[in-house]
């Protein structure tokens, strides 16, 4: 597949590394430099470039979007027509000091981007990894056992894309169902965070947390 991702930093980078390595063509956007996009493609080591996020959306069949909560709609903008397009988010609806949501309980920040973009067909995923794992868990993918992930969306095809992408990084990919779910997902994915860098076993304890069903 044709992968855009909008925001290359721990998430989007790491994420498209590995969509890469795994065989997907990848552009890489929305960093505070041309050159870190130029260089996190000649790293991914695989069929990837840098570009606008206008030019990673373009002809992509799926796009990722790992930004900070407050650069989304600078974003959005700068990527032009989302229509029709699948769209991965694992950006969560933080405030300014990373403290808290400033969108939970009664709604998500997935679903505040399916408003947004109602022509879109977004899908709530890997907002539960904490960054760190991601590698690690690329490299093991061969094991017969693998840690699960949980993503949610409410448009069939689009959540096939997603769990395909999932298991490409070397997950297993949870249904948890409709797109209100991620209402429930993303304070979970606070919860790992605070696991991974403030309980006493940092990222490993967050890491083993994600591997409960085995
Ligand atoms: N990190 C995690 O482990 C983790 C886990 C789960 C969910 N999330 C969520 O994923 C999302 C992304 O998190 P992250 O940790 O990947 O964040 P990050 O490392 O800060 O990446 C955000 C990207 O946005 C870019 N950016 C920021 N301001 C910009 C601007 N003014 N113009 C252009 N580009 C700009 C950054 O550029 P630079 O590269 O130049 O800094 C970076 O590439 C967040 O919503 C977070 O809540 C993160």
């Known amino acids: 597949m044709r992968i855009g991702i909008l925001g290359s930093g721990l998430m989007g980078g790491k994420l498209g590394t590995l969509f890469a ?84 309980h009664t709604s998500s920040g997935a679903e505040e981007l399916a408003l947004k973009i109602p022509s879109a067909k977004v899908v709530s995923a890997f907002s539960t990894l904490p960054s760190e794992v991601l590698f690690d868990v690329f490299e093991a993918r061969s094991r017969a056992s693998r840690p699960s992930v949980v993503y949610c969306g409410d448009d069939h095809s689009a959540k096939k894309v997603a769990a395909g992408l999932i298991h490409d990084v070397g997950f297993d990919a949870v249904d948890a169902g409709s797109l209100r779910i991620a209402r429930y997902i993303e304070p979970f994915s606070l919860l790992i965070g605070q696991l991974a860098y403030e309980g006493v076993d940092g990222p490993e304890l967050a890491y083993r947390f994600e591997r409960f069903r085995h």
């Not at 929305?30 to 206008?54: C, H, I």
């Not at 709609?73 to 933080?94: F, R, Y």
Request: with cysteine.
């Open 21 to 104: 390595r795994a065989g997907h063509s990848v552009v890489f956007s929305y960093a505070r430099s041309k050159e870190k996009l130029e260089k996190l493609a000649r790293d991914a080591g695989g069929n990837a470039q840098a570009g606008t996020p206008r030019e990673a959306v373009q002809d992509a069949d799926a796009v990722l979007l790992a930004v900070h909560w407050s650069r989304m709609n600078d974003v959005l903008k700068q990527a032009g027509d989302l229509s029709d397009k699948v769209i991965l988010t694992c950006s969560l609806p933080m405030n300014d000091a990373n403290s808290e949501l400033v969108v939970a």
